[in-house]
């Protein structure tokens, strides 16, 4: 089970997101609707949502690390400790808890990525300035890794897109 694709939504008056239809068949058969919701922990404004099983995963690595050390006890805090489960009614709406919304400045429009197992929900404009500072950022890289005679790592050239 793989998510993917990019879909606008816009969340209506109680915070609550509708999935895209084409994804709610699958999430109903392999997480029996059950969702669970968090912190994107690499990207301040979005969240990750999971299928309950492959959240289960996660968790489990998460709380696997030491309490030791802070980044550890941070990623467990903003991941495990403030995960919220989620389940879609008949018309595939949730709701979008208002701390986790404020937090990662979700307002009426969102976008909902498929990232493989899980989803990226992003703020529509804020996902859009990123993308485009991150192209430009990466030419700029581009052209200074060419005149310096370096290329893209063998991981981005063996790629076959």
Do not use: C
Request: hydrophobic share 35%; glycine share 6%; net charge negative.
């Amino acid at each position: 089970m793989w998510f993917f694709g990019e879909h606008a939504i816009t969340l209506d008056g109680k915070g609550r997101l509708a999935l895209p239809t084409r994804f709610r068949g699958v999430i109903a058969e392999v997480s029996d609707n059950q969702l669970v919701l968090t912190y994107n922990p690499y990207e301040s404004h979005s969240l990750f949502l999971y299928p309950r099983f492959k959240w289960e995963e996660v968790r489990d690595q998460v709380m696997a690390l030491g309490t030791a050390h802070p980044d550890h006890r941070w990623m467990q805090r903003l991941l495990v400790g403030s995960a919220t489960p989620v389940e879609p009614d008949k018309q595939g709406r949730f709701l979008l808890p208002q701390q986790l919304r404020e937090v990662a400045e979700l307002d009426k429009r969102v976008v909902l990525m498929g990232m493989g197992e899980r989803f990226e929900i992003w703020n529509e404009q804020v996902l859009n300035t990123s993308r485009r500072e991150q192209m430009q950022r990466q030419a700029e890289r581009m052209q200074q890794e060419e005149s310096l005679g370096q290329g893209p790592s063998e991981q981005l050239q063996q790629l076959s897109l």
